[in-house]
């Protein structure tokens, strides 16, 4: 997820983002399958959380692998 840098400031016209850090993004990920339930949008949510790391990230790749097993359990369990 991109969020607003602090009080909106502006750039040229143009909105700040920070960026979330690897830390921030697999912790974010972590908190998202805590639990058995996993609502629908959780894997929408977790790829955002994907895209927020360079694709040539090792945890990007990781957690991309780890992804797809999860969808894979959740299929069998369904």
Known sequence: ?????????RNRGLEVF????ESEVQRSFRNLFK????APDTFD???ALLDELRPESP???RL???L????????ARA
Request: overall charge positive.
């Open 1 to 9: 997820m991109i969020a607003k840098a602090p009080q909106g400031r």
């Open 18 to 21: 920070e960026l979330l850090t």
């Open 35 to 38: 639990t058995k339930d996993v």
């Open 45 to 47: 949510k977790a790829e």
């Open 59 to 61: 945890l990007r790749h």
């Open 64 to 66: 991309s692998i780890e």
């Open 68 to 75: 797809e097993e999860i969808r894979k359990l959740q299929t």
